[in-house]
């Protein structure tokens, strides 16, 4: 079952503008990550925000984390028409002694910058 | 090579023939991860192998799906029967998984696109 639900499920925005999408999960994590994808193959991961952070940036990326809501959002400022693709979070689940364990992703959020 | 890197690229298939899907991952990743992605669809989890523990195969939708691993080297993922449903993009990621705490992203392969006809 999806432990990740984005929302929206589509943002179109202009040039410059900021997006911002959401996620929600379900159960305890060890971290939660956001991936990008184009073209509908392969993801490419943005960023890794751990389970005792609350915020993290990574260029003109910034996430936060509300464990206590379980949610966490990305927020891309001055968008770009480049950064037209699919975003999805994804929770990295806690195994048994505190590793890391599966990754299992939300439904996405398409994001369409328009030039 | 250096990425995860899957075979074939693209599958056409007829229904009820069985086919098998190859994922190398990268050298030295213990984690190795199936998903499948339909049409304009997020992720769905299939199954999660990591180290020499059992794979978490929850996700595998029916008994016609089926995955190995060999130690942390090459997975194949056998799909038998296959249903026209089963049309979709397999993805198989890999990452370092293993120790408290760790906390490391993952490597993506471009997908096996699979069409049953």
């Known amino acids: 079952s999806q432990q990740g639900e984005e929302d929206p499920q589509a943002l179109s925005i202009q040039e410059g503008e900021n997006a911002t999408m959401n996620c929600s999960y379900k159960t305890s994590i060890n971290n939660l990550q956001w991936y990008r994808q184009n073209s509908g193959r392969g993801l490419v991961h943005l960023i890794l925000i751990r389970s005792n952070e609350r915020e993290k940036h990574s260029g003109r990326l910034r996430v936060t984390l509300d464990t206590s809501k379980k949610s966490s959002s990305l927020l891309i400022t001055a968008s770009r028409a480049a950064d037209t693709a699919s975003y999805f979070c994804a929770t990295a689940l806690m195994n048994y002694g505190g590793s890391q364990g599966n990754l299992i992703f939300g439904k996405g959020t398409k994001l369409s910058v328009k030039p | 090579g250096a990425g995860v890197s899957q075979s074939p690229s693209n599958k056409v298939t007829e229904k009820g023939k069985d086919v098998e899907l190859r994922c190398d991952p990268i050298s030295g990743h213990t984690a190795l991860y199936w998903y499948r992605q339909r049409l304009g669809q997020g992720l769905e989890f299939l199954i999660y192998?990591?180290?020499?523990?059992?794979?978490?195969k929850s996700g595998l939708p029916s008994d016609r799906f089926s995955a190995e691993r060999t130690g942390e080297s090459v997975s194949t993922l056998t799909i038998q029967r296959t249903q026209q449903e089963d049309s979709a993009v397999y993805l198989c990621?890999?990452?370092?998984?293993?120790?408290?705490?760790?906390?490391?992203?993952?490597?993506f392969g471009q997908g096996t696109r699979l069409t049953v006809v």
């Open positions: 990621a890999s990452s370092l998984a293993l120790g408290f705490s760790a906390n490391t992203e993952a490597f």
């Open positions: 192998f990591q180290g020499n523990s059992a794979p978490d």
